[in-house]
């Protein structure tokens, strides 16, 4: 039979290589989950020479209007009772021109229309778009 020396020696100092791996694993997991600011960098653009990116767009934006009393639609000059004709018009015209869009909301409408009117740009790809707001006096 063989025989074995049996010294069992216990150890006085602390195993740090399985501390070690498990702060490692929970620091890589920290740096993968946490959300990092985008980090941005100031960039010089060059001018143009051309005349043409120069000039302001000589077109009108298109106007949109949503008021609180009827008729409560307006696209320029032109006057809507309904949602659906409205909805036609404007299909109409951001399908024949590329003007930006502007749309003045009345602050006392309702806020549907406005969400069915930004939705509708939406689903027509329409982003050249701004909401007028009247600047607030201190």
Do not use: C
Request: hydrophobic content about 50%; glycine content about 0%; charged content about 20%.
């Amino acid at each position: 039979m063989i025989k074995t020396a049996s010294h069992s020696e216990l150890s006085t100092s602390l195993e740090l290589t399985p501390l070690i791996d498990i702060v490692f694993i929970v620091v890589v997991f920290l740096l993968l989950t946490a959300n990092s600011r985008l980090l941005s960098l100031p960039v010089d653009i060059p001018a143009s020479d051309s005349e043409v990116t120069a000039q302001p767009a000589a077109d009108k934006p298109l106007t949109l209007v949503l008021q609180q009393s009827s008729p409560a639609f307006a696209i320029d000059e032109q006057h809507f009772e309904q949602w659906p004709a409205f909805k036609t018009a404007l299909i109409a015209s951001i399908r024949d021109n590329d003007k930006a869009v502007v749309i003045a909301a009345d602050k006392n409408s309702p806020v549907e229309p406005l969400l069915k009117l930004l939705a509708l740009l939406n689903a027509h790809q329409v982003e050249n778009t701004q909401i007028l707001m009247e600047e607030s006096q201190p």
